[in-house]
C-alpha cells in the first residue's frame, strides 16, 4: 500500500512538471476580451527598462561624452513619453541593424523628422494586419497589441498610450553625418545591447564637441561655430530661453560654468576669448554693468567694507564707475563717523569710529587695543592710516629719521619686550621697516648688525 501510494504521489507530481512545461513554451493567443493585466511595481515588464531589472548601463554603453554625467541637457531634449515595450538587444540578435527599423535617418536633414519606424515596417514581422483605420492583431503572441503598445485595453476601441519625441532645440543633419561615415554609436552609444532605449542614449555636447573642434583628415572639416547646431535669435545670438529652462554652458567647456561663483571668473573668460561669451551675450549685456547703469550685489567679495579703502586708493575710476564720491562715499562716511566735516562733525556727538582712547591708544595691550587690532589684520588699519600716522606717535628723537627734532610725537616704542635679542634677525630679513624711524648711520642700529 505504501509503494502505490508513492507511485500516485510520483505521477501526480510529474503530471504537474508536464503541465507546467506545456503552458511555458505554448504559444500565447491574443485574448481580445479581457484587458492586459497592468504590472505591478515590483514585477519585471521585457522592454520597460535599457536593461532587465532596472540595472544600471554600464558606462562603456552610454553614448560618447556621457561618462559620469546625469543624462542629457533637458533644456536641449524636452522630456519624452515612451508607450512602448520594445528590447533592441533582440532585435539585432535576429539580425536588425540600425537602418532597418530606422532608415529614414540616412536621408534626415532636420532635427524635426520623426526617425521613428512606420507602423508598417512592423507588421511583416509581426504578423499584423494594417488596415486604414485600425489594425488587426495578429494571431501569435508577437502580434498581440499588449505586446508592444503599454495602455492597450480592448473595452476603449483598442486605444494605446501615445509615444511623444518632441523636437529637440537643435539644429541636427542626420544625413551629413552618414554620408562622412559617422557610425550611430557614435553619438547613440551602444544601443544593440540594451532592450528600451531611453533619453540617456542621446548624444552628448562633450562628444559633438570633440570632432567639430579636432583637426583631423577627412573629417569634412566641420564648422566650430555655435550656430551650426544651436538655434539662434535674429541678431544671431544664440536663443538661450526655453520653455525647459534656460541653457547655459558646461563646466567643462572654457571653464564657463555660470555657477555662483562666476561673477569673480568671467572676466577671466571674457579676456580669453570675447567671441565665446558674444554667442549669447550682446555688448549691452556687458556695457549696462560696467558702465554702471546696473549695480550687481555680488561684485565686492567678503568683507569688502573694511578692506575697499585699499582699493578705492589704487585705483579710485574703478569705484567711481559705479559709485559718486559725494553721494554714496560721503553718507557713509559720515553715519560711521570716519569724517571730519558735516553734520556729524562735532566729535562728541557723532559717536566713534574706534574704541575710546583709555582702550584704543592706551593702558595695557588688550583684545580692544589697537596694538592688536594692527596685528590681527594690518591691512584693515592700512585701508585708512598712512605709516605716517603710526609714526607720528611711535617715532623717536633720532637723527636723520621721522621723529628727528619732533617734540609733538609721543615718542612710543614700538618694539616689544625682549625685541633686543632678535633685532638682528628683523634687519637682516627686512630693513626697510627699521629705516622708517632710524638713520642708517644710526648708532643703535649697529648693536643689531
Known sequence: MKRQRDFGLHLLLAACVASL????????????????PAPSATTLVHGLAP??????????????????????????????RLGLRFDHARHVALGATCATCHDKAKTSRSSADSLLPAGTRCDGCH???????????GTESIGACATCHLGYRPEDGQLVLRTSLPRPHLRFDHAVH????????????????????????LPRMRA????????????????????????????????????????????????????????????RIAGDDSRFCASCHAERFCTDCHDG???????????????????????SPTCTSCHHEQSFCLGCHQRAGVTMSGPLGNIAERGRFHPPPAVWTEGPRGPGHHAWEAERNLNA??????????????????VGGYGSGSSSGRRTDPHPAGF??????????????????????????????
Open 51 to 80: 536593461l532587465p531589472g532596472g540595472r544600471t548601463v554600464p558606462e562603456a554603453w552610454r553614448p560618447p561624452g556621457a561618462q559620469g554625467d546625469a543624462g542629457p541637457s533637458p533644456v536641449i531634449f524636452p522630456a519624452q
Open 381 to 398: 588699519c592700512v585701508s585708512c592710516h598712512t605709516e605716517r600716522d603710526c609714526v607720528s606717535c611711535h617715532a623717536t628723537a633720532v
Open 21 to 36: 512545461l506545456v503552458a511555458w513554451f505554448a504559444p500565447v493567443r491574443a485574448d481580445t476580451s479581457m484587458p492586459a
Open 293 to 315: 547703469r546696473l549695480r550687481p550685489r555680488q561684485v565686492h567679495p567678503n568683507d569688502f567694507l573694511n578692506m575697499h579703502a585699499i582699493a578705492a586708493r589704487q585705483n
Open 208 to 267: 559633438c564637441f570633440g570632432c567639430h573642434t579636432a583637426d583631423r583628415p577627412n573629417a569634412g572639416k566641420p564648422s566650430r561655430a555655435c550656430p551650426t547646431c544651436h538655434l539662434t535669435e535674429r541678431d544671431t545670438l544664440l536663443v538661450t530661453s526655453f520653455a525647459e529652462g534656460r541653457l547655459e554652458p558646461p563646466r567643462w567647456l572654457h571653464d564657463a560654468e555660470h555657477g555662483p561663483d562666476w561673477i569673480e571668473r568671467h572676466k
Open 127 to 137: 504578423g499584423t494586419n494594417p488596415r486604414t483605420q485600425t489594425v488587426t492583431a
Open 178 to 201: 552618414a554620408e562622412r561615415g559617422v557610425d550611430c554609436a557614435a553619438c547613440h552609444g551602444a544601443v544593440g545591447s540594451l532592450e528600451l532605449a531611453t533619453v540617456d542614449q
Open 420 to 449: 633686543a635679542a632678535r633685532c638682528g634677525r628683523a634687519l637682516r630679513q627686512n630693513p626697510r621697516p627699521c629705516l622708517v624711524c632710524h638713520d642708517p648711520a644710526d648708532p643703535e642700529l649697529a648693536s643689531c648688525r
